[in-house]
């Protein structure tokens, strides 16, 4: 079953533009992680925030986290064409721990 | 840094061979997945391992099985691969509790049976 559900599905942008990403699930969650995966690769961990965090950055990442709306959102600040990737948001449902990831989303940015 | 190695990264095998796909990690983790990942359906969890020679099935385990031997490695086997199977498989390891710890994840192997 789907828990993470990214939105929008893809994205385009400018060089230097900020990105936003979000991400809704459904049930309670002990924290929440955001990944990147380039084209033909694995996926690279970004961020975690737990579930009693409400904002966390880490360089040009800024990840808020809005339990009462089961939702996060993903910043990147500045954008780069190095920043072209698909990102995913995964959830560890407070259930039972495994993670699940989204669909993920497409950023594109153009240079 | 943490090191997931896959063994191929790109396999083509015939409809109703036994397929192996090897994932080793160098982190000592005790957590590892198997997830497969197809075009709008994202990462799908096939079967995970909290422990040696311990197993547990995701989301989509049929026509899929798993070994785990020693802690570094941890292989997914179909048994007699089918077209629908065509996918990218991609294996991941992760510390004792997945809700304290980032996954680290492989390459990806793209699999295509014909």
């Known amino acids: 079953s789907q828990q993470g559900e990214e939105d929008p599905q893809a994205l385009s942008i400018q060089e230097g533009e900020n990105a936003t990403m979000n991400c809704s699930y459904k049930?309670?969650?002990?924290?929440l992680q955001w990944y990147r995966q380039n084209s033909g690769r694995g996926l690279v961990h970004l961020i975690l925030i737990r579930s009693n965090e409400r904002e966390k950055h880490s360089g040009r990442l800024r990840v808020t986290l809005d339990t009462s709306k089961k939702s996060s959102s993903l910043l990147i600040t500045a954008s780069r064409a190095a920043d072209t990737a698909s990102y995913f948001c995964a959830t560890d449902a407070a259930a039972n721990s495994k993670l699940t990831f989204g669909k993920g989303i497409t950023l594109s940015v153009r240079p | 840094d943490v090191k997931v190695t896959q063994s191929s990264r790109y396999l083509v095998k015939r409809t109703g061979e036994k397929v192996f796909l090897e994932c080793v990690q160098d982190?000592?983790?005790?957590?590892m997945f198997w997830y497969r990942q197809d075009p709008g359906l994202g990462l799908r969890l096939i079967y995970f391992s909290y422990d040696v020679k311990m197993k547990e099935k995701g989301d989509i385990p049929e026509g899929y099985s798993v070994s785990r031997e020693k802690k570094e490695r941890f292989s997914l086997i179909l048994e007699s691969a089918s077209t629908n199977q065509t996918s990218m498989y991609l294996c991941a390891s992760g510390q004792a509790s997945s809700y304290n710890s980032p996954l680290h994840f492989g390459n990806g192997t793209r699999l295509t049976v014909t």
């Open positions: 049930t309670s969650i002990n924290n």
């Open positions: 982190m000592d983790h005790e957590n």
